[in-house]
């Protein structure tokens, strides 16, 4: 019955394919600046000496690192809109809409991941430079700021990228819940016209594509950052 | 040890947290006034219910009946500039998300039942339908009995795979049950010799054997294994806006407008392939249609268990 | 909150909605370890390939590492049980289809055991090629062959380096298996989302599973350490800075 292929569904979906390429970009970058930033607060929360803000964080990001992401997803999309009820007392907290939904799973999810990434990379930073910050007379905050992460985050560039990249993969994992993303649209297309062999080898190649590409600048990049530490 | 300590804290955490049951939700009038968006939920391929057509849009006899509903709200809230926005949802995840707030009504080929109706709330019928099974023509499958020791597919979350199952219990047959979901997935199981039957309602089988590739490879079979009256879905405990949807039903049901959507849809060519489904309203529909009423079936799958 | 539920009659099968955990736990953990079986020794070798100085070996085994790293896992599941069986010649898709027993769960342990694999090649590769290069001088000194310095000294060397970041190859192993649920695994996370919608019990279904994920992972987590201070190389893991 797949005898013969017929790759023009490709060409004949691909505005819609476009759109779900846009939901997984937009998810993929905003997921990640979110995720960078929450991950920033948690990795200083870890690195904290009191048990009482360094516990909580060690705990969500055990949490969070334990769970598969699909299970994750399910949480997020199912019970977060009861959650945002009990908070606000608003009962459409919620009317967020798909995307929004996404965003806010994917956020808390790659925030645990990028975690571990930025308190190893803070951790990498000597600790003469946190000791000579403070004896110029800067504070906590101050010291943190413009000396430690700057460092630290030129150091973790690359595998925030490679994080990043993983995240990009990672937000196909939509289609669990029915959400239009590239991989939903794909298979939406291919489900309705019974064309699952070409639109699945499609999707493949052009995330292949993506996330080789991205890898490979991602390379160059840490070539170049390392020669500059040398 | 440390870890585990920390582990636990955040799961107690969580659980007082969430643990909440859910709130009472009131007003989704008031929430479209407040956001000027009606959601609704619609599904990918339930033909000729709520479809994604040629250019992905979704279409279908509950949507055009829930744009009818749209048309009240915008007469209500006195907002005719109130936007419609879709939110795509499976079988899995239609209730839940309803429930959530993420949509305010659902459109599909939603089964009314006793028990969903713990959860949701459910407009006037607008469909009588029931479980038959849609299999190859050359795979000689004549009743559900020759499904003994085979792969049969379901789509997750529907009665029609509660009612297999039920018979496959009551019956042992051992079949090999396959989950899939979304019903263009489960017929694919079928088309791709995976599985050898599919459990669903018959006429979304009509609707996908007519926009499969070879239509006359498939025979719809079997007698009806439960009783599934379709209706609009939407949030409980909210009588100002049931009352709302219930009228616009009622009201599409007495003008005889209804006839006009039904003959659009069941009597006509539908997109994407222009193919006329045929098929004739039913005496269930039409006292459906002459009573409007919300009953759901019993948890036997039947209207009276 | 009403973790009772499990209690209940299960709506088909016999039994209580417990025994539908059970048996998604079941299916975790063999789809989980067969895969980790695949995993293991598919990526060993391609690590190995990717350190030796032949191109002919190298290239293949990076292409193959490309290929697997940079496509999502749900699109791989995809091809190995929609597109294979239409690629192959008739009779032989059919028979993946149909012939093949248990055709989800073979056609999982496959997708996961080969893309793992590509994640385990890199891991191999970096041990190997952390060992100090004087090491395989030497050994190639004292006159053994290629195929006998892998065997005698970086290939021992080289898997107790990793063992931390193996561990968590197969934690992500054990959590990627939920994906399998697209194909129609009947794993855990498919097993708690079946119980959420026949009893309509999410929170509490989903809790379950988060404390049976977590709970193995500890427990793995707890055994890898144990075997990890049993292998240690005295004086060699403190020399990496850990």
């Known amino acids: ?230 | 040890m440390k870890r585990i300590a920390s582990l636990v804290a955040a799961l107690i955490a969580g659980v007082t947290f969430t643990g909440a049951s859910v709130a009472q939700d009131g007003g989704t009038l008031k929430k479209i006034r407040d956001t000027g968006v009606v959601k609704i939920g619609n599904r990918d391929a339930s033909i000729p219910f709520s479809y994604l057509d040629d250019k992905q849009q979704p279409v279908g006899y509950g949507v055009d009946i829930c744009l009818k509903v749209v048309d009240a709200i915008k007469a209500n809230l006195k907002m005719p500039n109130l936007k419609v926005e879709f939110v795509p949802v499976t079988s899995q995840t239609r209730i839940p998300v309803l429930t959530g707030g993420n949509i305010d009504l659902e459109c599909g080929s939603t089964t009314n039942s006793v028990e969903r109706q713990k959860q949701v709330a459910f407009a006037p019928t607008y469909f009588v339908t029931g479980t038959k099974i849609i299999v190859k023509k050359d795979a000689g499958i004549k009743g559900y009995d020759d499904l003994k020791g085979k792969a049969v597919v379901f789509t997750q979350g529907t009665t029609n795979e509660r009612a297999m199952k039920a018979y496959n219990d009551e019956k042992k047959l051992g079949i090999n049950f396959i989950p899939a979901k979304d019903h263009a997935e489960s017929f694919l199981a079928v088309e791709t010799g995976r599985a050898v039957a599919f459990p669903m309602d018959d006429i979304i089988l009509y609707g996908l054997k007519a926009n499969a590739r070879n239509p006359d490879d498939f025979l719809v079979v079997g007698e009806f294994l439960s009783d599934d009256p379709y209706g609009i879905m939407m949030r409980r405990d909210d009588t100002e806006f049931k009352k709302l949807v219930d009228g616009v039903v009622a009201g599409l049901y007495k003008s005889g407008e209804i006839n006009k959507i039904y003959a659009k849809w069941f009597q006509s060519k539908i997109p994407p392939k222009g193919v006329n489904l045929g098929f004739a309203m039913s005496d269930a529909l039409k006292e459906a249609i002459k009573n409007p009423n919300d009953t759901g079936v019993g948890p036997c799958g039947r209207m009276k268990c | 909150m009403d973790f009772s539920v499990f209690l209940q009659p299960a709506f088909s099968g016999g039994g209580v909605y417990l025994d539908w955990i059970y048996s998604g736990i079941k299916w975790t953990l063999l789809v989980s370890i067969l895969a980790w079986i695949i995993a293991f020794s598919v990526g060993s070798v391609l690590g190995v390939l990717r350190t030796t100085p032949l191109a002919w070996l190298r290239v293949p085994a990076t292409i193959y590492v490309e290929v697997f790293r940079n496509v999502p896992l749900l699109v791989q599941m995809f091809i190995w049980y929609f597109v294979l069986p239409e690629l192959v010649p008739k009779d032989f898709g059919k028979w993946l289809k149909t012939g093949l027993p248990m055709p989800e769960f073979t056609n999982a342990v496959l997708c996961l055991g080969f893309y793992t694999a590509s994640r385990v090649a890199e891991q191999v590769r970096s041990g190997i090629q952390s060992i100090p290069r004087g090491q395989t001088a030497a050994a190639l000194a004292m006159g053994l062959t290629l195929p006998q310095v892998y065997r005698h000294v970086l290939l021992p060397m080289g898997y107790r380096i990793i063992i931390p970041p193996l561990t968590s190859e197969f934690l992500n192993i054990f959590k990627n298996s939920s994906i399998a649920l697209t194909i129609g695994v009947l794993e855990l996370t498919a097993q708690a989302r079946q119980i959420s919608e026949y009893t309509f019990k999410t929170f509490e279904a989903f809790t379950l599973a988060t404390v049976v994920y977590i709970i193995i992972t500890l427990t793995v987590v707890f055994i890898m350490r144990r075997l990890e201070a049993r292998v240690r190389v005295p004086g060699y893991i403190g020399m990496q800075g850990k």
């Open chain 1, 1 to 230: 019955m797949f005898s013969q292929f017929d790759f023009d569904v490709i060409q004949r979906s691909l505005p819609f394919l476009w759109q779900g390429m846009l939901f997984s970009l937009g998810l993929t970058l905003l997921a990640m600046v979110g995720g960078i930033v929450l991950g920033t607060v948690l990795a200083l929360m870890r690195l904290s000496p009191y048990k009482i803000i360094s516990m909580p964080a060690g705990g969500y990001v055990n949490l969070l690192r334990a769970t598969p992401l699909i299970l994750v997803i399910f949480w997020f999309y199912f019970l977060l809109p009861i959650l945002m009820k009990k908070i606000t007392g608003n009962p459409y907290a919620t009317g967020l809409g798909p995307f929004y939904s996404a965003l806010i799973t994917f956020t808390l999810f790659e925030a645990a991941y990028y975690c571990e990434i930025i308190r190893a990379g803070i951790q990498s930073v000597p600790r003469g430079q946190v000791g000579a910050a403070y004896a110029l007379g800067l504070t906590y905050p101050q010291a943190m700021a413009q000396v430690v992460l700057p460092q630290a985050f030129r150091n973790m560039i690359p595998i925030l990228l490679t994080q990043s990249i993983i995240l990009f993969q990672d937000t196909s994992l939509v289609y669990v819940v029915g959400l239009t993303d590239f991989m939903g649209a794909a298979a939406k297309t291919a489900q309705r016209d019974g064309r699952l062999v070409e639109m699945y080898l499609f999707a493949a190649l052009v995330y292949f594509m993506l996330c080789f590409g991205a890898s490979y600048v991602v390379k160059r990049l840490q070539a170049r950052y390392n020669v500059g530490r040398i």
